[in-house]
């Protein structure tokens, strides 16, 4: 067998055994052809394996898809006549294929030293802002071939959600965008999921210079997020004990704080109004004061309240009605929406408050609050005590 065949017989091999993980042409014998390089992939299309060839010219990439035997055939095609080197890469072996003068082949296979996956995109398959890195391997997102563990499917949704929605705001609000340094904090950080991919994405990504803080109670997940961090060489992502209501904290151009427990979202709605933070984004937790503190008889609601789950939903909805009307009073831009599907978690809910500088009619939405609790039966709202 001549060493085109080896090649030949290894390609068909690792496509039988989907173990292809990318083959790259080069070196074009038409010097003056236009294609100067071809790089293959293996992608799904309804559900079946198609190759996936990006024909790179001097100024623009080509993309076509082939099913795989006809793919399979023009990429022999192709290292016959027209391209001098191929590289091929498996999940096992790394094999060189180089043309010499007359119709020799050179052929060297090397074992893989580092582990290679053989991604397959996939056409139905949403385009996502994270790229997959180290971190999610630390934290449990994905397995140290690249695939998202089993039970993180929602988590991994969920982190690309948030992400997702942060970078539709910068893009609206270019002046965010241009802060150097971006002084973010996350309030009760806890595992650091989405704290470690917004870092990753806005100073990886994006290119921003970023400080960022994780505040968090236990102590155990500040050594786990702060050693990941070192790990992974996340330089100005650090992670500090403490609680949000008490935690001091200077400074601040981006505060978020999402899923933060009851009142701790108040707590950090407030810090971030006090430190007039330019972005202040949380998604509610549970929701457990507005319900306590509920004055039932006074409330044209109160054959609603006789029923506990729909007391516990209107209470939800007050409170966080009132941190809205807050927000708008402290003279934020606001919005509230549902961020991530609710088949993915319950807590879906998201605020996001931009600073803004024209006129607030403080008095009139203080009277809407006013009128609201009044109508609700809210005796006190915790938010309205811990502002300004
Ligand atoms: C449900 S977890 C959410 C973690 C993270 N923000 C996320 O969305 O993946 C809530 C975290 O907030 C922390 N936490 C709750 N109350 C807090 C407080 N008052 N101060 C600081 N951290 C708090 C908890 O310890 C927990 O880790």
Do not use: W
Request: a positive charge; glycine letters at 6%; one cysteine or more.
């Amino acid at each position: 067998m001549d060493q085109l065949e080896v090649l030949i017989k290894e390609l068909y091999t690792c496509v039988r055994e989907d173990s292809f993980a990318r083959l790259t042409l080069s070196k074009p014998s038409d010097k003056t052809a236009e294609v100067k390089k071809v790089i293959i992939r293996m992608t799904i299309i309804k559900d079946k394996r198609h190759f996936s060839f990006v024909y790179r010219h001097s100024t623009k990439d080509i993309t076509k898809n082939y099913g795989v035997s006809e793919g399979s055939d023009l990429i022999v095609q192709l290292i016959q006549s027209d391209f001098e080197i191929a590289n091929l890469f498996t999940t096992e072996k790394h094999i060189v294929v180089e043309r010499l003068p007359g119709k020799n082949f050179k052929l060297k296979v090397q074992k893989q030293k580092t582990e290679v996956e053989a991604t397959r995109s996939h056409d139905k398959q949403k385009k996502t802002l994270l790229s997959k890195t180290d971190y999610l391997v630390h934290l449990g997102v994905l397995n140290k071939k690249g695939n998202i563990q089993k039970d993180k499917g929602d988590k991994f949704k969920q982190i690309n959600k948030y992400v997702e929605i942060i970078d539709g705001i910068l893009r609206n609000n270019p002046s965010l965008a241009k802060l150097d340094p971006m002084q973010i904090v996350d309030m009760g950080s806890g595992k650091g999921y989405l704290t470690f991919a917004l870092y990753d994405y806005l100073k990886n990504k994006l290119g921003q210079n970023v400080i960022m803080r994780g505040i968090e109670l236990r102590p155990n997940l500040i050594d786990i997020c702060n050693g990941i961090a070192q790990d992974v060489g996340f330089e100005q992502l650090f992670f500090e004990e403490g609680s949000i209501e008490q935690s001091d904290i200077g400074e601040v151009d981006v505060l978020i704080a999402l899923h933060a427990c009851d009142t701790a979202t108040d707590d950090a709605i407030a810090k971030g109004i006090a430190a007039n933070a330019k972005l202040i984004i949380c998604s509610p937790c549970c929701h457990k004061q507005v319900r306590k503190d509920l004055i039932e008889d006074n409330s044209e609601l109160s054959s609603v309240y006789q029923f506990g789950i729909l007391k516990e939903r209107q209470a939800e909805i007050i409170t966080d009605t009132i941190r809205a009307l807050i927000l708008k009073k402290a003279g934020y831009k606001t919005n509230v929406f549902e961020f991530i599907s609710t088949e993915h978690t319950g807590k879906n809910l998201m605020i996001t408050a931009i600073k803004h500088d024209g006129k607030v009619d403080v008095e009139k939405i203080e009277a809407e609050i006013v009128r609201l609790k009044k109508q609700f039966g809210v005796g006190r709202h915790y938010l309205e005590e811990v502002v300004f």
